[in-house]
T-cell receptor, first 113, second 123 residues
Framework: DIVMTQSPDSLAVSLGERATINCKSSQTVLYSSNSQNCLAWYQQKPGQPPKLLIYGTSTRPSGVPDRFSGSGFGTHFTLTISSLQAEDVAVYFC?????????FGQGTKLEIK | QVQLRESGPRLVKPSETLSLACTVSGGSMNFFYWHWIRQSPDTGLQWIGYVDSNGATNYNPSLKSRVTVSVDTSNNQFSLSLTSVTAADTAIYYCARGDPNTGSFYLCPFDIWSQGTMVAVSS
């Protein structure tokens, strides 16, 4: 199985400041047929299911604010929130869909400083 | 808009079978992948398996011997069966959709999730 490792486990950021979460995969998740990294980010608030934030490393689904961005390649990926809002308090997960079994990172808890 | 809702028992006895159904509303099941995922404090988020609209399946090897996922497109439902459960199977169970338009065939993220249902294994 591909192991997804996130850092840090928790993060406290002031409102309006930048938040950065890292994700490393134990092997490449680059799908050569379409040159797309099969890497997604999810946001989970208490009592809610995960919500898809980013896929293909950097593509935002419709309705996701543009303060959320993703970057990276191969085995190292980053989720950035450019200006933290109160509603962004949540746990964030990365996930690879390059191969089954699909696997998730352990999660990063984001709080307000 | 497409919504998913699980149904099934919230309490299952050890060694028995956990059975859940997921009803899809607001859209067609065709051309998508339909997944079961669970979440517990011990194991985090764990993908269980998927079925496509033609009935093809793919399971997590760690659960494969105990899992069956099936689809009934005429009733807009897909189902999970997990046999011989133990306390380790206690978790929140989600159903979710995979849209090939966001990836390539079954290599796609989970774009729509159900609210989740807590299933406890206990005598």
């Amino acid at each position: 199985d591909i192991v997804m490792t996130q850092s840090p486990d928790s993060l406290a950021v002031s409102l309006g400041e930048r938040a950065t979460i890292n994700c490393k995969s134990s092997q490449t998740v680059l799908y050569s047929s379409n040159s797309q990294n099969c890497l997604a980010w999810y946001q989970q608030k208490p009592g809610q299911p995960p919500k898809l934030l980013i896929y293909g490393t950097s593509t935002r689904p419709s309705g996701v604010p543009d303060r959320f961005s993703g970057s990276g390649f191969g085995t190292h990926f980053t989720l950035t929130i450019s200006s933290l809002q109160a509603e962004d308090v949540a746990v964030y997960f990365c996930q690879q869909y390059y191969t089954t079994p699909y696997t998730f990172g352990q999660g990063t808890k984001l709080e307000i400083k | 808009q497409v919504q998913l809702r699980e149904s099934g028992p919230r309490l299952v006895k050890p060694s028995e079978t956990l059975s859940l159904a997921c009803t899809v509303s607001g859209g067609s099941m065709n051309f998508f992948y339909w997944h079961w995922i669970r979440q517990s404090p011990d194991t985090g988020l764990q993908w269980i398996g998927y079925v496509d609209s033609n009935g093809a399946t793919n399971y997590n090897p760690s659960l494969k011997s105990r899992v069956t996922v099936s689809v009934d497109t005429s009733n807009n439902q897909f189902s999970l069966s997990l046999t011989s459960v133990t306390a380790a199977d206690t978790a929140i169970y989600y159903c979710a959709r995979g849209d090939p338009n966001t990836g390539s065939f079954y290599l796609c993220p989970f774009d729509i999730w159900s609210q989740g249902t807590m299933v406890a294994v206990s005598s």
